[in-house]
C-alpha cells in the first residue's frame, strides 16, 4: 500500500474517484460544508476532489471513507457495494394492473433509483388530452413488440419493433397500440436530482 502521505496520480482515476465520492455524499444527503467538516477538510479542496481537479492524498481518503461510512477500497473503486447493482429475475417482476385509460405496466428500477424503467403495454385507444403525461426528467421510450403511435401537441409517430424516441418528459405525450396485436415498449426516465447509490 502507498505511504500514507502518497496521493492518487493518474488522471482517470482522480476523475473516477472524485465522481464516486460525489455521489456516495449525494447518496447520504450531505451537503460540502458537512462533509468536509466531518473529514477535518476545507470544503473548496473538497470541491475540487469531486471535480477531479486535486489528486488526494490516502490519509485523505481514508478520513473520507471514514466520514461517508464506507470502505476505502469502494472509494477507489476496487470494491462493488452490494446495493450498488440492481438485479431482477423475470419471475420476480411485478406487474401493475392496467390503469384507468388500459396501459399496464412492469416495473423495472429499484425505488428511488435516478433513473426510472418499465414495460408498457399500450391500450388500443388514445387517453384524452387532458390525460396527457407530463413528468420532469428526459424519456425514451424503445419498442419491443408490436407497433405503438405516440402523439404529441403537433405531431405523430408510429413506431414498430426496434424503433424508439426520446424525448424532453414536460412535453405532453400520450401512446397507443397500433392494430389488434399487444404492443409493448421499453420506457425508461431520468429523475434530474435523484442520485442514491445506497446507504
Do not use: N, W
Not at 476545507?42 to 478520513?63: F, H, M, N, Q, V
Amino acid at each position: 500500500m502507498k505511504a500514507a502521505g502518497a496521493a492518487v496520480r493518474a488522471p482517470g482515476a482522480v476523475a473516477g474517484l472524485g465522481a464516486r465520492l460525489r455521489v456516495l455524499r449525494l447518496g447520504r444527503g450531505l451537503t460540502l460544508d458537512v462533509l468536509a467538516e466531518a473529514a477535518g477538510i476545507d470544503k473548496g479542496y473538497l470541491s475540487r476532489l469531486e471535480r477531479g481537479l486535486k489528486a488526494p492524498s490516502i490519509a485523505t481518503l481514508l478520513r473520507l471513507s471514514e466520514a461517508l461510512g464506507v470502505p476505502a477500497a469502494e472509494l477507489f473503486g476496487e470494491r462493488v457495494a452490494e446495493h450498488a447493482v440492481h438485479v431482477m429475475r423475470a419471475p420476480e417482476r411485478p406487474a401493475v394492473p392496467g390503469d384507468a385509460l388500459g396501459h399496464a405496466f412492469q416495473m423495472l428500477s429499484r425505488a428511488g433509483a435516478a433513473l426510472e424503467a418499465f414495460v408498457i403495454h399500450p391500450a388500443a385507444e388514445f387517453p384524452p388530452e387532458s390525460a396527457a403525461a407530463i413528468h420532469s426528467g428526459e424519456e425514451l421510450l424503445f419498442v419491443l413488440s408490436g407497433t405503438i403511435e405516440m402523439r404529441f401537441a403537433d405531431r405523430g409517430f408510429v413506431l414498430g419493433a426496434g424503433d424508439c424516441a426520446q424525448f424532453p418528459g414536460h412535453l405532453p405525450h400520450r401512446m397507443r397500440r397500433v392494430g389488434p396485436e399487444p404492443a409493448s415498449a421499453l420506457v425508461a426516465v431520468t429523475r434530474p436530482g435523484r442520485e442514491r447509490p445506497g446507504k
